[in-house]
């Protein structure tokens, strides 16, 4: 290409305008909502922890397949008391 020639002259197609910015967050909002969250955290596990030290905890499952485990362990049979009672949520060992 000679320097006479000229050059194609190649045009950007049509843009559209770019999009608005989105409204960023302040961070008054974001320490209203961290304040909120950590008082609601603070609440309900000092509900947790008063119910699980007057012995008031309700999830028997943990304990139930601990003691199950434990006795499989060492080749007893898992023998559990009131596991009776509640629906099987594992089946350590299934047909």
Partial sequence: MSAREAAPVVRAPDRAPPPA???RTHRAD???LAAVCLAVFAV???YAWIRHVQY???NYDLGIFDQAIRD???FRAPIVP???DL???LTPAAP
């Fill in 44 to 46: 309900y596990a000092t």
């Fill in 56 to 58: 008031e905890t309700t």
């Fill in 82 to 84: 009131g596991a009776a």
């Fill in 21 to 23: 910015p989105a409204r």
């Fill in 30 to 32: 974001r320490r209203a």
């Fill in 72 to 74: 499989y362990a060492h």
């Fill in 87 to 89: 629906p099987d949520a």
